[in-house]
């Protein structure tokens, strides 16, 4: 189970390790939870699923919302998915706790059997995988990022590690972490790494040679999703401080997420539309 298909770094690395297991050995699905149009390439031995009901609502602006609640008689569901807006826009609270608090209810049981269920992140992923699949076998738990910076409830999200067989984290900063946080479950945690293609990553990159002006300019580039968590939220002021100090740089961010906008007024602001690109 996870978020969803999309483009990014965990999906990624997911799919690479879908494509070391043994087809004759596993029968695997992937459950995605949020759909996503540019979905990532799975092997073909796996059976994926791109979006599941009661999720539609996760990511659906309020203009959008409202009248379609209204129009269906939904006046319960409207004020349930009104409270998660609050607090998630206004409280700074952990949107996958708000969103689960609102629409769990909502949100049918996975009656499909299994032998192990992977929770494949934090938040909704595991919160599905340790509620809503009542057959799904023993419940391993991701862990793949930071769960303080990036903003999640730990006390909310202690319930779904309390009743994972296994707690699986990508490096050991992450395990250390997550034994300060839960010390009573660190008997069930342990590391996995990353798997990545590297031949395959030297091919793309081969594949596509951007033709940039030749510049004595020094030039960075930088990758990632465009979040608190990978710290990109402070591209803009960094890059003044370059600037101010007369530094001659240009600097380019691939990548987009959930603060992007911020970071285009930021950049606006501080004066250093000339130094940094998105």
């Not at 594949?207 to 990109?232: D, S």
Request: proline share 4%; charged share 25%.
């Amino acid at each position: 189970v996870c978020s969803s298909l999309g483009l990014g770094g965990s999906e990624r690395c997911m799919t690479e390790m879908l494509r070391n297991m043994d087809q004759e050995r596993y029968e695997i699905t992937v459950q995605s939870l949020i759909p996503v149009k540019n979905m990532n390439v799975f092997p073909e031995y796996v059976r994926v699923i791109n979006g599941y009901e009661g999720f539609e609502e996760c990511n659906e602006p309020m203009r959008e919302f409202i009248p379609k609640a209204v129009k269906a008689g939904q006046f319960r569901k409207l004020a349930r998915k009104s409270i998660y807006w609050y607090q998630v826009t206004y409280g700074k609270k952990d949107y996958t706790a708000e969103f689960w608090k609102a629409f769990a209810a909502y949100i049918p049981n996975l009656h499909e059997q299994y032998d192990v269920t992977i929770g494949y992140g934090p938040g909704l992923a595991s919160l599905f995988a340790i509620e809503k699949v009542p057959n799904g076998g023993k419940k391993i738990l991701w862990v793949n990022t930071n769960l303080v910076r990036s903003g999640f409830d730990l006390k909310y999200q202690k319930k779904a590690y309390m009743q994972a067989d296994r707690i699986v984290t990508v490096c050991r900063n992450l395990l250390r972490d997550m034994q300060g946080y839960y010390p009573e479950f660190a008997h069930k945690m342990s590391v996995f790494y990353d798997m990545l293609d590297i031949p395959g990553i030297r091919r793309l990159g081969d594949a596509y040679l951007a033709r940039y002006e030749r510049t004595e300019t020094p030039r960075i580039l930088t990758v990632g999703r465009i979040c608190e968590a990978k710290a990109l939220h402070l591209v803009a002021e960094a890059a003044a401080i370059l600037k101010e100090k007369q530094i001659d740089f240009l600097w380019y961010i691939v990548g987009d997420g959930e603060l992007r906008t911020q970071l285009e007024s930021r950049i606006q602001a501080l004066h250093v539309q000339d130094r940094v690109v998105l």
